[in-house]
T-cell receptor, first 113, second 110 residues
Framework: KQEVTQIPAALSVPEGENLVLNCSFTDSAIYNLQWFRQDPGKGLTSLLLIQSSQREQTSGRLNASLDKSSGRSTLYIAASQPGDSATYLCAVKANQAGTALIFGKGTTLSVSS | ETGVTQSPTHLIKTRGQQVTLRCSSQSGHNTVSWYQQALGQGPQFIFQYYREEENGRGNFPPRFSGLQFPNYSSELNVNALELDDSALYLC?????????FGPGTRLTVL
């Protein structure tokens, strides 16, 4: 059974810092991995999607890497801003036919000005 | 803005009642999935519909049921509500590999 773990559960940093969020999964047979952002009480906003054949994806100040063999992904946020404060969730899609995403519990990020 | 909308935004029900939540997907997205997110947890997969047929289900009892309509809208129905059903309910539509989520419906069961 696929399990997704995110460490740390919470993180507080001053504005301007670069930071890394970690995601690990137990079954390396994934189809893709997706990082989401969730503001309190709101829905999920997709940040980056990495296909299983890819090693990384970049969007602006965000960079996500994927190491399928070790069951790990990282989300790197450069030059953090207070507006980056949110919960970040990673999710894996286990196979191509099914579309169920298996989520971690998320990392809650707080960026202070 | 994902183009996925959900209604209502908030809902309060009492134990034992029935509830229907609604979702409108982006045009052309034939697959819709529903997730339950309890406080402090990641979303849990409930079920998925593809072209109006259920084709995937998570570990949820039969009192959770759904429908998908030809106009890309869908419903999640929950019968015999229990206190533990209190959660944020999210629907997501799929375009290729990427899932687009709606803003969610916050259900409180008293």
């Amino acid at each position: 059974k696929q399990e997704v773990t995110q460490i740390p559960a919470a993180l507080s940093v001053p504005e301007g810092e670069n930071l890394v969020l970690n995601c690990s999964f137990t079954d390396s047979a994934i189809y893709n991995l997706q990082w989401f952002r969730q503001d309190p009480g709101k829905g999920l906003t997709s940040l980056l999607l990495i296909q299983s054949s890819q090693r990384e994806q970049t969007s602006g100040r965000l960079n996500a890497s994927l190491d399928k063999s070790s069951g790990r992904s990282t989300l790197y946020i450069a030059a953090s801003q207070p507006g980056d404060s949110a919960t970040y969730l990673c999710a894996v899609k286990a196979n191509q036919a099914g579309t169920a995403l298996i989520f971690g519990k998320g990392t809650t990020l707080s960026v202070s000005s | 803005e994902t183009g996925v909308t959900q209604s209502p935004t908030h809902l309060i029900k009492t134990r034992g009642q029935q509830v229907t939540l609604r979702c409108s997907s982006q045009s052309g997205h034939n697959t819709v999935s529903w997730y339950q997110q309890a406080l402090g947890q990641g979303p849990q997969f409930i079920f998925q519909y593809y072209r109006e047929e259920e084709n995937g289900r998570g570990n949820f009892p039969p009192r959770f049921s759904g429908l998908q309509f030809p106009n890309y809208s869908s419903e999640l129905n929950v019968n015999a509500l229990e206190l533990d059903d209190s959660a944020l309910y999210l629907c997501a539509s799929r375009d290729g590999g990427q899932q687009f989520f709606g803003p969610g419906t916050r259900l409180t069961v008293l």
